[in-house]
Structures are given as structure tokens and as C-alpha cells.
């Protein structure tokens, strides 16, 4: 068992976004006015996350033909269950809190070597300059504001997702309403295994893919000697930075991006314009936490097995 992340590696990692020329909140806070956003309701966030859900699964599953995307989602349990839990499922009884634990670790350097800092060779805590003003910059409406524009551009990739016209065309959000009343009438495959038992798995999978990225064989004992050394280290370093600043990194870290709040100003609109009138609210999704694990699962699957992970041909003894 590897001891925690010193604040010092942790901080160093942070030291280009908390410098006041990257700082995001300052950004947002200078080029984002939430009083030139039009007032329009669509379904508020709910939308906007079912939207996210689905681009991600283009190229996984149908989304515009229900019966092969029944199928599909049949495919991708059998999968699971006779495939994919027998070979990987002793995964999940790993230890969560030591492997997440070795995969911020492993993180923080693969951050600092994206900065040119080799963390086994430093020799003190790196340089900084940095501005002592550590106060988040947005107030709570700003930051819920500025959260909800930058959800409206997965707004327009519905359209795409669901084969229907663009947003703001006549009669795209009825097509849109009677695709989601469509997807809302399918339940989800039996699954076997417990969801929550999945979930861990694609956690496991995801920590030991950053791992492996980081140190390759993370877990001989030559690796985690150097690592612990490593981190002896850097529990010595002296900070020359005020602890609050790696709270404020915490929160840079959950913030959208400029470029997707500035789109969002661009496409508001627009969409405002096409729900207007509209007592819109989008359906609960029953199908959703299915397709969360599948989606949770199928990166990290393709690393840990060499074959597309809910391929049921690549289990037939023909191929």
C-alpha cells in the first residue's frame, strides 16, 4: 500500500492553472455575461445530460431504430455476462481506495512529465511566482449560469444523435419529444451481475489503464519502490504556496471550458427561439444506467482485452 499524495505534488501539478494569466474563473468571470442570455426553459440540465448520454453512444448503438437498438443492448449484456464478468469480474474485488489512491499518483505524473517535470529527479518544489490572490472569482449564480450555457451546445449534437432536423427548424422539437417518448418506452437487458459490482469494475479498469500509462508495470516491486521513494520525497519539499490554492485548483478543475460557454452564448438563441412556448420537459430514461456502464465500461475494456469488448463474434469459435 503506497501512502497518499504529498500536497506538494499535488500542488505542483496545479501550478499553470492558478497561474492569474490561465486562471478559468477569471476568464469565465471577464468574458461571460449571464445577463445577455436569453430566459428559456427546455428541460434545464436533464436535457442536457441525456444529450451528452447519447452523443457519446453514436457509434455504439442505434439510437433512430428501436429494434436494433434493443438488440444491441441484449448483445452488449450477454457480452457481459458470458464474456467480459467471467475473465475481468475478480477485478471488483480489489480494494478500491489503494488503486485510486496509485491512480492519482499516477495522474499527478503523468501531469508534471505534460509540464516537463520528471517528479523521480526534482530535487525541491518547482519555482512559482504565482499572484497570492487565491479567491474564486465567480459568484454561485455566475458559476450555475455559466455551467448551464455550456451545456447548450450538446444541445445541438441531438440532431445527430437522433437522426432528426436541427434544432430550431420547423418541427424539430416534436421529432425530438416523440424519439425521447420512444426511448423512454425500452427497459434495459436482465443483467446477471449488480450494477454497482460494473461500476466498480470500469473504475478498476480506468485506474489501472492511468497506472499502466504512468509507470507501465506499475505493481512489480522495483516500480512501487521507486514510487515510494518518489513520494518520500516529495513529502519533504517545502510548499511556498498557501494551502487554499489546491482548493481553488479543485474547483478550476470542475469548471466548463471558455470556448463551450462562449458557444453556449452563440447558440442560445436559437434555441431559446425553438422551445419558446413549449412546456417541454424530457423523459426519464429507464435505459439510461445501462448505457452509463456500457459506456463507462467500453474504453477502459479495450485496453484491458485485446477485442471489442460487447463483440459477441469475436466469442464464436468460427472466428
Not at 49 to 74: H, K, R, W
Not at 283 to 296: D, T, Y
Amino acid at each position: 500500500m503506497l501512502p497518499t499524495a504529498p500536497l506538494s505534488l499535488q500542488l505542483a501539478a496545479a501550478l499553470p492553472g492558478l497561474d492569474p494569466a490561465n486562471r478559468l474563473d477569471m476568464q469565465i468571470a471577464a468574458g461571460f455575461n449571464p445577463t445577455t442570455i436569453p430566459k428559456m426553459y427546455f428541460g434545464g440540465g436533464g436535457l442536457a445530460n441525456i444529450s451528452m448520454m447519447l452523443s457519446m453512444m453514436v457509434g455504439t448503438f442505434v439510437l433512430d431504430d428501436l429494434p436494433q437498438l434493443e438488440f444491441q443492448m441484449e448483445q452488449a449484456a450477454t457480452s457481459i455476462t458470458r464474456n467480459l464478468w467471467p475473465r475481468l469480474g475478480w477485478l471488483a474485488t480489489l480494494r478500491m481506495q489503494p488503486l485510486l489512491n496509485y491512480s492519482l499518483i499516477a495522474r499527478l505524473v503523468l501531469d508534471l512529465r505534460a509540464l516537463g517535470i520528471d517528479p523521480f529527479s526534482v530535487t525541491a518544489f518547482p519555482s512559482s511566482t504565482l499572484s497570492p490572490n487565491f479567491r474564486f472569482a465567480l459568484t454561485p449564480p455566475h458559476l450555475k449560469m455559466a455551467g448551464f450555457v455550456a451545456s447548450l451546445p450538446r444541445l445541438m449534437t441531438l440532431s445527430e444523435s437522433l437522426n432528426i432536423p436541427p434544432l430550431g427548424e420547423t418541427g424539430a422539437v416534436s421529432a425530438l419529444q416523440n424519439r425521447l417518448s420512444g426511448l423512454a418506452s425500452l427497459s434495459p437487458p436482465s443483467l446477471l451481475i449488480p450494477m454497482p459490482l460494473l461500476t466498480k469494475l470500469a473504475l478498476v479498469l480506468e485506474s489501472l489503464a492511468t497506472i499502466n500509462m504512468a509507470f507501465g508495470d506499475g505493481f512489480s516491486p522495483s516500480t512501487l519502490g521507486r514510487v515510494r521513494l518518489m513520494l518520500s520525497l516529495w513529502s519533504k519539499f517545502g510548499i511556498p504556496i498557501p494551502l487554499p490554492a489546491l482548493a481553488l485548483s479543485q474547483k478550476l478543475d470542475l469548471l466548463p471550458s471558455l470556448e463551450d460557454i462562449q458557444l453556449g452564448e452563440s447558440v442560445a438563441p436559437s434555441l431559446g427561439a425553438a422551445f419558446a412556448g413549449l412546456n417541454f420537459s424530457p423523459p426519464k430514461l429507464a435505459i439510461a444506467p445501462f448505457l452509463n456502464i456500457v459506456l463507462a465500461l467500453h474504453g477502459s475494456l479495450q485496453f484491458a482485452i485485446d477485442m471489442e469488448p460487447f463483440d459477441m463474434c469475436s466469442m464464436c469459435p468460427c472466428s
